[in-house]
Nanobody, 125 residues
Framework: QVQLVESGGGLVQTGGSLTLSCTAS????????VGWFRQAPGKEREFVAA????????WFADSVKGRYTLSRDRAQNRVLLQMNSLKPDDTAVYFC??????????????????WGQGTQVTVSS
């Protein structure tokens, strides 16, 4: 069973940047995908982005497209979510997850079997 740990959250001003990290232990990401979801207070958890580990294919929610990027760090077995031009609406707890979704399910929570504990991102106005 893989364990996932997110890090890199914090407080940033509007327009700033943060990089979140999702590190796996127990096994490598191998042929899995890594997804990022976020949950703001009083709202449902929503899809942010995902990357397929073996070929680097990525998907992004419309709300973050052009501002967020994903990358793989094979040496440290982690995925990095680079978040630029942050807005107050980006404030949420960010979770990473791993699973084997197909393209049509990559944005659905049920496609992911292991989840991290989350890291808080707060964007001040």
């Amino acid at each position: 069973q893989v364990q996932l740990v997110e890090s890199g959250g914090g407080l940033v001003q509007t327009g700033g940047s943060l990089t979140l990290s999702c590190t796996a232990s127990g096994r490598t990401f191998s042929d899995y995908a890594v997804g990022w979801f976020r949950q703001a207070p009083g709202k449902e958890r929503e899809f942010v982005a995902a990357i397929r580990w073996n070929n680097g294919q990525t998907w992004f929610a419309d709300s973050v497209k052009g501002r967020y990027t994903l990358s793989r760090d094979r040496a440290q077995n982690r995925v990095l979510l680079q978040m630029n031009s942050l807005k107050p609406d980006d404030t949420a707890v960010y979770f990473c997850a791993t699973g084997r979704p197909i393209a049509s399910t990559v944005a659905t929570m049920r496609a992911y079997t292991s989840w991290g504990q989350g890291t808080q991102v707060t964007v001040s106005s």
